[in-house]
């Protein structure tokens, strides 16, 4: 069965100082991949996606950025981080295709100080 | 514009009795339809889906949902709720060909005993 890690679960990071958010799938191959942000109180954000290896699509303009290095890895970056990045990041994957549900990991929580 | 509906911010109910979830979406064409459930801190999960067939779609944990195309809605229901059904839920859905799934802001369900 397939089933998706994200790391790490909780993280508290002063403003301007580097991200790296680390999602990796396993059970499947080719996956999509997609990060999502979660503000209190509030729906789901998509940030990016990604249907293969080195190909990332952008859903906001923002602060941070995705890399895709191998087929069920996904990272989401940030140089400098703001206060308005804090949040709760979702990875999810999905099947190879459109119209796939989407199936998520434990999230990670991130606070900016 | 494409957009997902959940009218209820917040729902109480009593352990043991019914629950009826409503969603509405407004698409050119029917999309395909989720719902997923979050627990406090949680990542989220599947509940139930709609690609096409039967409208009353059966789900885990005792949920089930029905589509109704001319009311473009597909509220999720329980017959008899339990306290460990607190959580939020979201009613998401994506085109038979897109990536990005549309969230509703979700709704918030409280079991009272």
């Known amino acids: 069965s397939q089933t998706i890690h994200q790391w790490p679960a909780t993280l508290v990071q002063p403003v301007g100082s580097p991200l790296s958010l680390e999602c990796t799938v396993e059970?499947?191959?080719?996956?999509?991949l997609y990060w999502y942000r979660q503000a209190a109180g509030r729906g789901l954000q998509l940030l990016f996606y990604s249907v293969g290896i080195g190909q990332i699509s952008s859903e906001v303009p923002q602060n941070l950025s995705a890399s895709r290095p191998q087929d069920r890895q996904f990272i989401l970056s940030s140089k400098k981080l703001l206060l308005s990045d804090s949040g709760f990041y979702l990875c999810?994957?999905?099947?190879?295709?459109?119209?796939?549900?989407?199936?998520f990991g434990d999230g990670t929580r991130l606070s900016i100080l | 514009a494409q957009s997902v509906t959940q009218p209820d911010i917040h729902i109480t109910v009593s352990e043991g009795a019914s629950l009826e979830l409503r969603c509405n979406y407004s698409y050119g064409a029917t999309p395909y339809l989720f719902w997923y459930v979050q627990s406090p801190g949680q990542g989220l999960q599947l509940l139930l889906k709609?690609?096409?067939?039967?409208?009353l779609v059966q789900g885990i944990k005792g949920f089930e949902a029905e589509f109704k195309r001319s009311q473009s809605s597909f509220n999720l229901r329980k017959p008899s709720v339990h306290w460990s059904d607190a959580a939020e839920y979201f009613c998401?859905?994506?085109?038979?060909?897109?990536?990005?799934?549309?969230f509703g802001k979700g709704t918030s369900l409280l079991v009272t005993p």
């Open positions: 998401a859905v994506i085109t038979y060909s897109g990536y990005a799934l549309n």
């Open positions: 999810a994957w999905s099947p190879t295709g459109g119209g796939q549900p989407q199936h």
């Open positions: 059970g499947t191959s080719n996956p999509n």
């Open positions: 709609y690609f096409s067939g039967d409208t």
